[in-house]
């Protein structure tokens, strides 16, 4: 029905199994959905069929005023904007209970930072690879900093790999269809920060990693030896410690900062 040409820039791919796109909307029954990136709107439709009311935003002004013009639905409002420039504000308007879409693999982390911030559900088509990202456990090659992120934020479940195949135009990787439920972990700015850095070298000991971000933090060589010795954990390896671990880890380099910071002034 719609056949536009992708445009790079924007990362579209556009998912053509309705197999896909129905197994993703069951999860729409009932409740008030926005979708972020409609496409062409495969998804879209299968939305309207079970939602109370969808919410679908789009970047692509050409491929708007096409969904406009092809989709009759009574339940869905289509928007011509910038997801993240809308304001969350826009949860609360339209009573949105869920986010469900299949999300443009440049965007995947702001989604899910998005999702973290809004307290909000959803569930994603998100690259194969970044999943395996989010669900890596402790002492495995995949595990990062997001992985490490997610444990604490959100829980995860996987639903159905989704081959390359089943887009157009096919990309390079495969997918995978998630569920993402944010939890109540209270996680500040500066203790994602602190997890950022020490993550970046997560194959060394905690205590190296944090001297080897000590330029980032704003201290001496000396300053940040004397501080890692006061680290628990201090000899354990950044990959093989738990979400948890790393996150007391961040609060305890966050109060040696502040009791330095303090003492020098």
């Known amino acids: 029905m719609l056949n536009p040409r992708p445009k790079k820039k924007l990362g579209q791919v556009f998912l053509v199994n309705e197999h896909i796109a129905e197994i993703e909307a069951v999860h729409a029954e009932g409740k008030n959905v926005i979708e972020l990136g409609p496409g062409r709107g495969i998804l879209t439709k299968k939305l309207c069929e079970k939602a109370k009311f969808v919410l679908a935003v789009e970047k692509d002004e050409t491929l708007c005023k096409i969904l406009n013009a092809t989709m009759r639905d009574k339940n869905l409002k289509l928007i011509n904007a910038d997801f993240f420039k809308l304001g969350n504000d826009m949860l609360e308007r339209y009573k949105i209970e869920i986010m469900i879409a299949n999300v443009p693999y440049n965007l995947s982390?702001?989604?899910?930072?998005?999702?973290?911030?809004?307290?909000?559900?959803?569930?994603?088509?998100?690259q194969k690879e970044f999943v395996g990202?989010?669900?890596?456990?402790?002492?495995?090659?995949?595990?990062?900093?997001?992985?490490?992120?997610?444990?604490?934020?959100?829980?995860v479940t996987k639903i159905l790999d989704v081959k390359k195949g089943n887009f157009s135009p096919i990309p390079r990787v495969d997918s995978a269809v998630i569920y993402v439920k944010p939890l109540k972990t209270e996680i500040t700015e500066e203790e994602s920060?602190?997890?950022?850095?020490?993550?970046?070298?997560?194959?060394?000991?905690?205590?190296?990693?944090?001297?080897?971000?000590?330029?980032?933090?704003?201290?001496?060589?000396?300053?940040?030896?004397?501080?890692?010795?006061k680290l628990g954990n201090n000899e354990a390896r950044l990959f093989a410690m738990k979400p948890e671990e790393i996150l007391s880890t961040a609060r305890e380099i966050l109060l040696l900062l502040s009791r330095r910071s303090s003492k020098a002034q």
Do not use: W
């Open 109 to 126: 982390s702001k989604v899910i930072e998005f999702l973290i911030e809004n307290r909000l559900q959803a569930i994603l088509c998100l």
């Open 193 to 229: 920060h602190i997890i950022n850095l020490l993550m970046q070298h997560k194959k060394k000991r905690l205590r190296n990693a944090f001297i080897d971000s000590r330029h980032s933090l704003g201290i001496t060589k000396e300053e940040s030896s004397n501080m890692s010795e």
């Open 133 to 155: 990202h989010m669900l890596a456990q402790p002492g495995t090659k995949d595990y990062s900093r997001l992985s490490v992120m997610s444990h604490l934020c959100v829980r």
